[in-house]
């Protein structure tokens, strides 16, 4: 699998924009970005996944970088419930090679 | 609902005392995973199973087996249990039909603890 880096910690604001970087300047042509989340001691929460193109869903936009060495996370609308371990996860889609790094706990400030 | 339920959600036992956490989901999933996460180490892949009757080591597999008889079933076993099991598990499960991927359910997860 591709490595990825994360930054360790971010703040962001109740109501606005968290944009949640992460580098992965080894992928493969075939491999996904996957981002995940986990709340406190709860299982990982699935959130978003892309090869090329950006993607958005009801939870957040995958804006990913034309080199595809770097991407973003954004959830557009950050409340206090958003506060969790952000993982970036780059594998080729199969059952094997879903590993999880250290992430980037994000914690959203009243 | 669609879901990944584990249970129980809380075990202590005795070293050696052979137990099954089990782990079923209503998705017809294909794709079933077991992790451990622990302090400082993440989560990480104990056995993954691609389909009924196919099982496969992870990063983790020792002191572990697995069965996939059912595809909505994948239960954990641990034959001995040791203290250095102690761990929170998480059961996972993923559908994925040819080249498209999709993301995993976790379940709510188990917590271990082996005295």
């Known amino acids: 699998d591709a490595k990825t880096t994360q930054p360790t910690s971010m703040d962001c604001a109740e109501g606005r924009a968290a944009n949640l970087p992460c580098n992965h300047s080894t992928i493969s042509g075939n491999e996904y970005v996957y981002w995940y989340r986990q709340i406190h001691s709860q299982g990982p929460q699935y959130i978003i996944h892309?090869?090329?193109n950006n993607e958005t869903n009801e939870m957040a936009s995958l804006i990913i970088t034309e080199d595809r060495k770097s991407s973003t996370l954004i959830l557009p609308h950050a409340t206090l419930r958003d506060t969790a371990v952000y993982y970036c996860?780059?594998?080729?889609?199969?059952?094997?090679?879903?590993?999880f790094g250290s992430g980037t706990q994000l914690t959203v400030l009243p | 609902e669609a879901q990944v339920t584990q249970n129980p959600r809380y075990l202590i036992t005795v070293t050696g005392k052979k137990l099954t956490v089990t782990c079923s989901q209503n998705m017809n999933h294909e794709y079933m995973s077991w992790y451990r996460q622990d302090p400082g180490l993440g989560l990480r892949q104990i056995y993954y199973s691609m389909n009924v009757e196919v099982t496969d080591k992870g990063d983790v597999p020792e002191g572990y087996k697995v069965s996939r008889k059912e595809k909505r079933n994948f239960p954990l076993i641990l034959e001995s249990p040791s203290p250095n099991q102690t761990s929170l598990y998480f059961c996972?499960?993923?559908?994925?039909?040819?080249?498209?991927?999709?993301?995993?359910?976790f379940g709510s997860g188990t917590r271990l603890t082996v005295v």
């Open positions: 996972a499960s993923s559908l994925s039909q040819g080249t498209r991927s999709y993301g995993y359910t």
């Open positions: 996860i780059v594998n080729l889609g199969s059952a094997r090679q879903l590993t």
């Open positions: 892309g090869l090329k």
